[in-house]
């Protein structure tokens, strides 16, 4: 409701530039006919009503929506100054894992909070308008169910005034006693309304005051319609007719006034509106010249042009404008809710220091009433989803001071989805730290054209800190990813694609490890470069799949794999098992400093350098003499016939060799037991054989 009132505003505010210039025209354009004057009326109308924009570069409404910034000041006004708290710096982001500021709880506000009421005032006080309407008509159906049906309409002896009802299949009624001349001129006129749709623009005019009726420039602008229909009408009827016949139509017209004026849709009355100024018009009355008409088609393509459009909005990349030359160019936010107010297309949002929880959000869970995010359902909570917003960016105010994050385990904290050109940068998302793992990312994009990321810290909680899927041109760059308890990027169908600049660093638990820096499927123009990534013991450092990757330029520091360093695989076709496409990386200045593996390269890719020479993993050994190492105990291998000694058999650099057929745990000497003793082998721990509840461990 509140984003449907406020399109209402900025409607009112668009619509009002129009009125008043329709306004000043119809006081210029004084001898043009008044049906161009009607047109001139109907483009405001639909100013007022549309429900979307016609963009032109000739345009002269503003670009800027006052409305919003009107809103959003505010909001801001009644907000409660919890922020000057929080000046405490966050733990540096790079040393350590991040204990985001906490955020100042504002007092609960128990005054009356008059801007959620206003929008419900506002639909009540439309419908008011329909109802009278729908009474209006009503009356006047009783009125005429009695009617007479003569040549050309229908005559009542209940109403005063000639007028037309309905609008799927109109009649005309006009009231008993009038002379024949008399009803041969009312009936000529109303024949005119109905011939040129005037009872539908005036329709439409009711229907822009039902919605507009805060604003006294719709109210003036539906008074001058209704005099404008009703003389542009006599114009047409009077245009062949000499003097003598004017002046009669004339003392009919003065006959069959009322002091009544009927402000609803329907009906439109003959005689209702302006009596003194239509016989003053009539008996004047001058064929106007083709000079005269030609203006009022200038007019009205002036209006339609110029003030119907709104401004086409540029494309940044195009202009090379890609971000507000200043802060005062943004929407400034101090809390969930105003940043959830303030998403929109080319919108810059700045969050102000602080932490902001979007699982705190007044509206969490609900349905949204805006078309730009959305909450979707988890098993443990909600996740935010921006979706469908194109030149959207959202800045904070340093990694170190300004923090997103949601309480769900299951929720990415950033989800965005059909988005264009949206920019994220200076603040650290995670999840909230002390709620436990994660089964979910923070930032994930889905379908997204052009998202760039920029000075963010990412951090655990979060099992991956970057997902994007069937999304392209997308950057990483200057950033820190870091405690994520799987891998630190997950680029699934995705093309052009950079990671630079950015420190990735103690990904996986303490406990198991991870799974790997880079996940990699289908994507192609996949670039990681000039990156520190440090601190971690992984499964692979990254797995390719049917994917193009480069790796410039980046430092390995203090890694440890399982398996190979670089593992490849083949994507195959879902209907056949023919290899899709082949994975092929580029290893270009790398460098590996104390860095442990078993091998350097898995099967089925291509592994090359920066001239495109082969790398294999002896090549690769002579490169790093500290990098790649195998084992330093021989692979012992037993044979096992039993379940015990299958146990017993269990440890590092081990081969086991099932001799028996069938080996059933549950008959195990030890099952159920306490474990016998924790192995270790350099940098791994690895527990002997436990037994829980769910099962064996190792």
């Not at 032109?56 to 100054?81: C, F, K, M, Y």
């Not at 909005?313 to 809710?337: C, F, I, L, M, Q």
């Not at 929880?357 to 009433?369: D, V």
Request: charged letters at 20%; aromatic letters at 10%.
């Amino acid at each position: 409701m509140n984003t449907l009132f406020q399109n209402i505003l900025t409607a009112s505010f668009h619509g009002s530039i129009v009125i008043l210039a329709v306004m000043l025209l119809r006081l210029v354009l004084k001898k043009t006919p008044r049906k161009y004057i009607c047109l001139l009326w109907l483009l405001a109308g639909l100013r007022l009503l549309m429900p979307f924009q016609i963009q032109s570069d000739l345009s002269l409404q503003p670009s800027a929506d006052p409305v919003a910034q009107v809103q959003q000041q505010i909001s801001r006004s009644q907000t409660p100054e919890a922020l000057p708290d929080i000046q405490t710096p966050v733990t540096t982001v790079i040393s350590s894992t991040p204990s985001p500021a906490p955020e100042t709880a504002p007092e609960p506000d128990t005054g009356f909070d008059f801007l959620s009421v206003l929008p419900w005032f506002w639909l009540g006080i439309a419908c008011c308008f329909g109802i009278y309407s729908l009474y209006t008509y009503l009356t006047l159906k009783l009125k005429v169910r009695e009617a007479v049906k003569i040549p050309g309409g229908w005559e009542c002896d209940r109403i005063e005034t000639a007028f037309i009802l309905g609008f799927i299949r109109p009649n005309i009624y006009i009231p008993m006693g009038m002379t024949p001349e008399e009803q041969r001129y009312i009936l000529a006129h109303e024949r005119t309304h109905l011939d040129k749709g005037d009872h539908w623009f005036k329709m439409v005019g009711f229907l822009a005051l039902a919605l507009h009726w805060f604003n006294p420039l719709v109210w003036a602008a539906y008074i001058l319609l209704c005099k404008d229909i009703e003389i542009a009408c006599d114009e047409r009827v009077v245009q062949f007719m000499e003097l003598e016949e004017r002046k009669a139509y004339s003392a009919a017209l003065l006959n069959c006034s009322t002091n009544r004026a009927h402000f609803a849709a329907c009906p439109v009355a003959f005689g209702e509106v302006s009596v003194k100024e239509r016989i003053k018009s009539v008996l004047s009355y001058k064929k106007p010249g083709f000079w005269i008409s030609l203006v009022g088609v200038i007019a009205i393509i002036f209006v339609a042009v110029c003030l119907v459009t709104s401004p086409a909005r540029k494309d940044a990349a195009a202009t090379g404008d890609t971000e507000p030359t200043s802060v005062s160019d943004a929407v400034s936010v101090h809390n969930v809710d105003e940043l959830l107010a303030a998403i929109a297309p080319d919108t810059v949002i700045q969050l102000e220091p602080g932490t902001y929880n979007l699982s705190g959000a007044k509206g969490y869970g609900l349905p949204s009433e805006s078309p730009y995010y959305a909450w979707t359902e988890k098993y443990d909570g909600f996740e935010l989803m921006l979706q469908n917003v194109k030149n959207l960016t959202i800045r904070g105010s340093g990694k170190v001071n300004t923090t997103l994050e949601c309480d769900p385990r299951s929720a990415s904290v950033i989800n965005l989805k059909n988005c264009e050109k949206v920019t994220l940068e200076d603040f650290t998302a995670g999840h909230t730290l002390e709620l436990g793992q994660c089964s979910s990312g923070v930032i994930y994009l889905q379908n997204c054209t052009g998202v760039g990321m920029n000075r963010l810290g990412i951090y655990g909680c979060g099992m991956i800190g970057l997902q994007a899927a069937d999304s392209k041109d997308i950057s990483l760059a200057d950033s820190d990813v870091y405690d994520c308890s799987s891998s630190a990027a997950e680029i699934i169908s995705c093309e052009d694609v950079t990671i630079s600049g950015t420190r990735i660093y103690r990904i996986g638990s303490e406990e198991y490890g991870g799974y790997t820096y880079f996940d990699i499927g289908s994507s192609r123009n996949v670039t990681v470069e000039n990156c520190e990534i440090s601190d971690s013991s992984l499964m692979y450092l990254a797995i390719v799949t049917g994917s193009t990757v480069q790796m410039k330029g980046n430092l390995f520091s203090n890694n440890r794999t399982q398996l190979e360093a670089f593992n490849f695989l083949y994507e195959y076709h879902e209907d056949t098992q023919t290899p899709a496409d082949e994975s092929s990386m580029v290893l270009d200045g790398n460098r590996f400093e104390n860095c442990s593996v078993r091998r350097w390269f898995g099967n089925d890719g291509t592994v090359t350098d920066g001239a495109g020479n082969p790398l294999t993993d002896e090549q690769m050994n002579k490169l790093y003499s500290t990098g790649a190492t195998e084992p330093t105990q021989a692979q012992l291998e037993i044979h096992v016939s039993t379940v015990d000694e299958l146990i017993a058999a269990i440890g590092p650099n081990v081969d086991i060799v099932l001799d028996g057929e069938l080996y059933d745990l549950s008959t195990a000497t030890g099952y159920g037991t306490p474990p016998r003793a924790i192995i270790t082998t350099g940098w791994t721990n690895l527990t002997a054989p436990s037994w829980s509840s769910t099962g064996w461990t190792i």
